[in-house]
């Protein structure tokens, strides 16, 4: 019996031992559940006796600043009854304040970090464009805008609001500006000659050249170190950096490249009734120089659908170039140096994210702001791609027949069915088809960055402060020498006098072509393929 006891001890002693490490452990599973639980329930209860200071409410709506930096006496309804009825809607759409801990921001501060950035624009739009433009790129680093402007974009209200914004400089075209630019190395030199006294988009094209002339020296002035000409319906898309930044991707060039090229990327509209582009547009079709030659030829077709070539409008995209000695434009779309040929290299992943014919709205204001007559002929004298001069007669003509079988209201819905069958991309199938052979892309974040600013109060509040405060009376910048700037050499100016306009033929039939500028290019065709491009 005792062997037998003995041989049974070990195990009444292991069972004993079992039992009490499953009666620990049960106690640290209760704790660890019960005590979350409890702490929840506190928190909870503090919370419903109002004893937790909430920051998102810890600024009352009375003494709450709007973004960025508005007087505390501006109550939400008063900014909206002060704000524009044109840009309200679209530049605030939300009353709410997103980010109450930007109490006391202030755009209104000088940036150390280098590269130093500008982007200069010639521009006649109103501020549900303008703005939002702006402060994109502000977003991604730009600190400069040199803004020449004229029709809405020269009215009091909107150039009111714009010379309100820091480090954005408002030229105007009066006639004190048009007679500095009367003595333009420009205006006696021939490369931009082929362009002079036409119309419409040569007009455009020449005033774009002279102003960016005009640019470069006040960016010189302002002691910056990279410029970019963009037109207010493109955005850069600075791909290819972590940090999303336009300043990371051009400290990153190499001190040796003079100039940096940026293909661009078309809309591509899925609805006919987008109203803000920038926040509504997130397909794009690629550039030709981001994608393999056999995907471009290859799906060639399918991707023109049966416009005259694979972008509606241009497709040499945009150029950026390091501010130094002997700067000059080439052309809306490329810069170029009077001693030396340009280093240039053209960028991989970034790109200009150009918002073409986005609303049908934009058929009729090309026709209105172009007298040129809506036949093959005529028009290729205001347009130099072949879309503009279609969409342009296409706006501007309705055939007896169809004024008389169709009366006005059908005419407009014929024209509004053409916009769809040659502008809205409403095949899904090919959209998608498109989009796995990587020719079209979705780009989101320009549409992140508009909603961020339109949620944070960032339009209306600068309207409604620009509204209240007053600004001195625009003045061209006087510093700014005869010699180094442009004339506008449109023909039929009224604020040009004659003599100088003769001046400048007789120049121009005396001197010599020796670099063409640079217009705005179509997209390589399939005729180009068969060239072995």
Not at 21 to 40: C, D, E, H, M, R
Not at 149 to 155: I, T
Not at 165 to 190: C, G
Request: net charge neutral; charged share 25%.
């Amino acid at each position: 019996m005792a062997g037998l006891y003995s041989s049974l001890r070990p195990g009444s002693s292991s069972s004993s031992s079992a039992q009490s490490s499953q009666f620990f452990n049960s106690k640290i599973l209760l704790l660890l559940t019960v005590l979350p639980l409890s702490l929840a329930a506190f928190a909870f209860l503090l919370q419903w006796r109002g004893e937790i200071d909430d920051p998102t409410t810890r600024w009352g709506p009375k003494d709450r600043l709007e973004f960025p930096g508005m007087d505390a006496s501006t109550s939400p309804e008063q900014l909206t009854r002060t704000s524009s009825s044109n840009c309200a809607d679209l530049l605030g759409q939300s009353r709410s304040i997103s980010f109450p801990y930007y109490r006391d921001w202030k755009f209104n501060y000088k940036s150390d970090l280098k590269p130093k950035i500008c982007i200069t624009t010639s521009t006649s739009a109103g501020l549900d464009q303008i703005l939002p433009w702006i402060f994109y790129h502000k977003i991604i680093g730009v600190s400069t805008f040199f803004l020449f402007v004229e029709g809405k974009a020269a009215s009091p209200g909107v150039s009111k609001v714009l010379e309100s914004i820091p480090e954005v400089k408002v030229i105007y075209r009066t006639r004190e500006l048009e007679e500095k630019q009367a003595k333009s190395r420009i205006w006696n030199e021939t490369w931009l000659s082929s362009f002079f006294y036409k119309p419409c988009n040569y007009e455009l094209f020449v005033k774009q050249s002279l102003n960016m002339e005009m640019a470069i020296v006040m960016a010189r002035e302002a002691n910056l170190d990279w410029i970019l000409h963009l037109d207010t319906d493109e955005l850069i898309h600075p791909a290819g950096t972590r940090e999303y930044s336009l300043r990371k991707l051009l400290s990153d060039v190499p001190q040796n490249v003079d100039m940096v090229v940026f293909p661009n990327y078309e809309s591509s509209v899925e609805r006919d009734d987008i109203k803000d582009p920038f926040s509504e547009v997130s397909m794009f079709k690629k550039n030709y120089d981001h994608l393999p030659k056999d995907t471009y030829f290859g799906n060639y077709k399918e991707s023109t659908r049966n416009n005259p070539n694979y972008f509606l409008t241009y497709g040499n995209g945009k150029s950026a170039a390091r501010i130094q000695h002997h700067l000059r434009p080439n052309g809306a779309h490329r810069w170029h140096n009077y001693m030396k040929t340009p280093n240039e290299i053209k960028l991989d992943e970034a790109a200009v994210l150009h918002y073409t014919y986005t609303k049908f709205s934009d058929l009729t204001s090309r026709r209105d702001r172009c007298g040129c007559k809506p036949t093959k002929e005529d028009v290729k004298r205001c347009f130099m791609l072949e879309f503009d001069r279609s969409a342009f007669i296409i706006a501007s003509t309705a055939t007896e027949e169809e004024m008389l079988s169709l009366g006005l209201y059908y005419f407009l819905t014929l024209k509004f069915y053409r916009y769809r069958e040659h502008v809205v991309w409403t095949d899904k199938a090919l959209n998608m088809k498109l989009m796995r052979k990587g020719i079209l892309t979705r780009i989101y974040a320009p549409m992140v960055i508009m909603q961020g600013l339109r949620e944070s109060g960032t339009f209306t509040s600068l309207i409604a402060s620009a509204q209240t405060s007053s600004l001195p009376e625009p003045e061209v910048l006087s510093s700014v020498n005869d010699g180094n700037i442009s004339s506008k050499t449109i023909e039929g100016s009224d604020t040009l006098s004659k003599k100088t306009e003769m001046t400048g033929r007789k120049v121009l039939e005396t001197s010599e072509v020796i670099l063409l500028a640079v217009p705005p290019l179509p997209p390589p065709t399939m005729d180009d393929d068969d060239d072995d491009i």
